[in-house]
């Protein structure tokens, strides 16, 4: 019994490798547990090499899956980064734009002489600038920044603060522009220059009676001398009321200006407009002679503000 547990125990396997040629036969003679052992270690590399592999292919697809959402994040930032500088491209040219108007309307103002009282208030450019100035611009990192968020925000306040602020000015630019036509159209209409080449002879107002020599009488106008055919031209721009003769003032062109301008060209020898034209200043409206009432050729020249006569060497 006893050497049968022990003939158990020290059991062996023997392995038998027989070649075909003549050789004798090898034989590998092991306790019986060492091939199991190997067995096991095998089994034991093949799970693990499985494991392994599986472990493997999982980081590589969570790799290659974070490569293709880095790479996207990427693309977007860059479209937003793009946005947000052609925003701050169009943002800066609508400030360059917005200022330039207000120094340009202010020239023009200036230039034509109107008081700035009821234009552009002269603080839209500082508030524009601080406006646009306390927007932070900084590189975007990824699409959670919430500073990203909140340039964008800040942005499209600013956006509309410059939109209330382009409406207020384009109002104040309307209504500056209707001042201006108002105040060139006036400008057009008053007389402002000598109706002919030539020198003074008679002043406005009292003087002694040209052809008797006695007592005095009011001089409605100016008289210029003149040669016969000098060319008169309008002062102002306006339209030919009368054209013709009239007792006294011989061959005689009245334009009316508006604005309550009358001018009066009188003594003339031809006369080149006809009731109804318009006319520019400086236009040629007719020649000097001495119809009427003259004693040598000579324009004598009236200049009517609101119905009464003025002195014209106000309006030289
Ligand atoms: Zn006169």
Redesign the pocket.
């Known amino acids: 019994m006893k050497k049968a547990v022990k003939k158990n125990k020290n059991k062996h396997i023997t392995f038998l490798y027989i070649p075909e040629n003549e050789s004798s036969v090898k034989t590998l003679r092991m306790t019986s547990w060492i091939p199991k052992i190997i067995i096991l270690v095998l089994i034991a590399t093949l799970i693990y090499a499985s494991s392994y592999t599986v472990a493997y292919r999982n980081l590589k697809d969570k790799y290659e899956i974070s490569l293709c959402n880095i790479q996207e994040i990427t693309t977007i930032n860059n479209s937003q980064k793009i946005e947000i500088e052609r925003l701050e491209e169009n943002a800066q040219k609508i400030q360059e734009q917005l200022c330039e108007n207000v120094n340009a309307l202010q020239e023009i103002k200036e230039l034509v002489g109107i008081k700035d009282d009821n234009t552009v208030p002269s603080n839209i450019q500082d508030n524009f600038s601080n406006i646009y100035q306390s927007i932070p611009f900084q590189p975007i990192v990824n699409t959670n920044n919430t500073n990203f968020t909140d340039h964008i925000f800040e942005l499209k306040t600013s956006f509309v603060s410059l939109s209330k602020v382009a409406k207020s000015q384009k109002t104040a630019i309307e209504d500056s522009a209707k001042s201006i036509k108002d105040r060139v159209a006036y400008l057009k209409a008053k007389p402002s220059i000598k109706p002919v080449v030539g020198k003074i002879t008679?002043g406005y107002g009292y003087r002694k009676n040209p052809f008797s020599g006695r007592g005095s009488e009011f001089?409605k106008?100016v008289?210029f001398a003149a040669k016969r055919g000098t060319p008169v031209m309008a002062t102002a721009d306006g339209t030919v009321t009368y054209s013709g003769w009239k007792s006294g003032y011989g061959n005689m062109v009245i334009i009316s200006h508006g604005y309550g301008f009358i001018t009066v060209y009188a003594h003339n020898s031809q006369l080149l407009v006809k009731i109804g034209d318009k006319v520019k200043r400086g236009q040629i409206i007719s020649k000097v002679g001495s119809t009427g009432r003259s004693t040598a050729p000579h324009l004598?020249y009236e200049i009517k503000l609101n119905g009464k006569n003025v002195d014209p060497s106000r309006y030289f």
């Open positions: 008679a001089h106008g008289d004598h």
